[in-house]
């Protein structure tokens, strides 16, 4: 058995050398890396290992995976079989562009769905004693795990796999018996909380911002960076239709997010590149008529019927907006420049620009949120360039305060049943603390240090606006559970780098105080 291993361990190292030998990059991408992150570099078992795809991760971050392998996956070090040339080369090559990007369409979707499990033939109550509308989804970066959380005991009732670089919120169907998770690599996985087993995954996109579900469950969406595209799919993943992202004049962009609007059986998409905002309709039977609502997306429409699923109405704005918030109705849409500084409120029933904020360095409108202040409805949004939360009169658009932070925060949150919000400084020195915000006097009340040294981030609330839950976003991380009116600490869970966490009432019931 040595022996063998010692032959392998030398044809390793011939083949490498002959490679330093002249062999081109590419070879030793195949010969490496291809097995696992797929020949076309796409992903395999692997993440996909394009420049999109790697944007958060700096060259001289892959370099040394390349080199040590990556703990808790099975990325093993190369440093001892490849010369130093050889890894810079293929960090090069990593984050060299394809030439061309493959088609992602409605065949290669398709292909790549993967059955686990029928969940007909599965439990329709759950497997364990919990109140299934109090449950989290926690998402563990760390080792891509998710658990799933007892929202009244605060004990994990069953911890699985994940795709790798899960992002965004997952999306519970709206009994809460399924969640769908995605990656930013494309793959949407959907799980049968009940059964505690996966059900169904499919890559609706090679590299993939966020998914959606419609609020009667029937749909999930996909907004995708690669290629410019908007994937809808059945409940069961399966691919209905893929949206070309271009705006009118023709110009591809990239899908920045895409959005559940209940009220209206739509979805909301802020595209990257165009300044347009993207309604698509999922109402039965669809909007009727041509005019507003086409389906001119699609280059080969010449023989639409009007009563085609999923007619887009295109709305213009005078900016290139990414990030979106939505009032209580979703009569209008609240939208951050691509480029910071300033926000627009859009009509979204007439299309007609309402107001321009100016918002100081970068709003997350995504994390903002809103309550009653005073006889009014407020939205508070954090920045991800200043220590700022921005509160702002949804009547008159105007900022009615400023609240200085000690930096950049990322996520928000609060309960319709809590005196209080909760806002994380995500970035810089003071990432490790978090800050609550008294709703009525708007200032902060109190600030937080759970793992002081260690960045403190996005808070959840349970069912009941009873306990806050905050990440200690670290690979030796936890979950921190707070009584939420004392704000004392009542049990902390080990996690590995624990990000959002995802209550199963406040997000199917479109909470106020929660993300949607
Ligand atoms: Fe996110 C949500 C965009 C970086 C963790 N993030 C979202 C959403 C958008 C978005 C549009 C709302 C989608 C949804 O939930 O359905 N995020 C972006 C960016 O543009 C940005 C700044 C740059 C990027 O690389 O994409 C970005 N996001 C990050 C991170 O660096 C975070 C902290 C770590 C990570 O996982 O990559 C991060 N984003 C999250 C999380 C949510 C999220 C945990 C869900 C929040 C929620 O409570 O719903």
């Not at 989290?136 to 994990?156: K, N, Q, R, W, Y």
């Amino acid at each position: 058995m040595k022996r063998v291993g010692t032959l392998l361990t030398l044809l390793t190292m011939s083949l490498a050398s002959s490679i330093h030998a002249g062999d081109d990059t590419e070879a030793l991408y195949q010969q490496h890396c291809a097995s696992c992150h797929g020949v076309d570099r796409l992903g395999g078992m692997g993440p996909a290992l394009l420049p999109e795809n790697l944007h958060r991760l700096r060259p001289d971050a892959a370099r040394r995976v390349i080199t040590g392998g990556r703990t808790a996956t099975q990325m093993e070090g190369f440093g001892e079989r490849l010369s130093a040339e050889a890894i810079e080369r293929l960090t090069n090559h990593i984050y060299t562009p394809l030439k061309e990007i493959p088609p992602w369409g409605m065949e290669e979707i398709a292909a790549s769905r993967v059955v686990h499990t029928d969940p007909a033939q599965h439990s329709p109550t759950p497997l364990f004693d919990a109140d299934p509308q109090n449950l989290f989804i926690v998402v563990e970066l760390g080792d891509h795990h998710a658990t799933l959380l007892d929202g009244d005991s605060f004990e994990p009732v069953h911890r699985f796999q994940t795709r790798m670089n899960v992002h965004g919120g997952p999306k519970y169907s709206p009994d809460g018996r399924f969640v769908y998770i995605g990656s930013r690599d494309g793959w949407i996985t959907k799980y049968d909380i009940y059964n505690l087993t996966p059900v169904v995954e499919v890559r609706a996109g090679i590299n993939t911002r966020n998914i959606a579900t419609s609020n009667d469950g029937r749909f999930v969406v996909a907004a995708n960076y690669l290629p410019h595209s908007i994937t809808v799919l059945d409940a069961d993943l399966r691919p209905l239709k893929v949206i070309p992202a271009a705006g009118r004049d023709g110009t591809s962009s990239r899908v920045s997010a895409i959005y559940t609007a209940p009220p209206r059986d739509s979805f909301i998409a802020a595209l990257k590149d165009v300044k347009e905002v993207w309604e698509i309709s999922y109402r039965d039977p669809p909007p009727q008529g041509f005019g507003s609502w086409t389906h001119d997306y699609r280059p080969e429409s010449g023989d639409l019927r009007e009563s085609e699923p999923f007619p887009l109405r295109r709305i213009s704005v005078d900016d290139y907006l990414d990030d979106f918030f939505f009032d209580l109705g979703y009569t209008t849409v609240f939208g951050a420049s691509r480029d910071g500084g300033k926000g627009l409120v859009v009509d979204l029933d007439t299309g007609r620009r309402l107001a321009e904020l100016a918002l100081p360095g970068f709003p997350h409108l995504g994390s903002g949120i809103t309550w009653e202040y005073r006889g009014r409805r407020v939205l508070a949004t954090p920045n991800i360039r200043e220590g700022a939360v921005s509160i702002i009169d949804l009547e008159s658009y105007e900022i009615i305060k400023r609240i200085d932070t000690l930096g950049p925060g990322f996520f928000m949150r609060s309960h319709d049943n809590t005196r209080y919000a909760w806002v994380d400084v995500f970035f810089g020195p003071h990432r490790e603390a978090v800050h609550v915000i008294d709703k009525e006097s708007l200032e902060i009340v109190e600030t937080l240090r759970p793992a002081p040294g260690k960045t403190a981030a996005h808070v959840e609330f349970t069912r009941d606006g009873s306990h806050a839950l905050v990440s200690i976003w670290d690979d030796d991380g936890a979950v921190v559970i707070y009584d939420a009116k004392s704000l004392k600490e009542i049990k902390r869970l080990p996690m590995r780098k624990p990000s959002g966490k995802y209550n199963v009432h406040n997000k199917t019931h479109y909470r106020s105080g929660t993300s949607h």
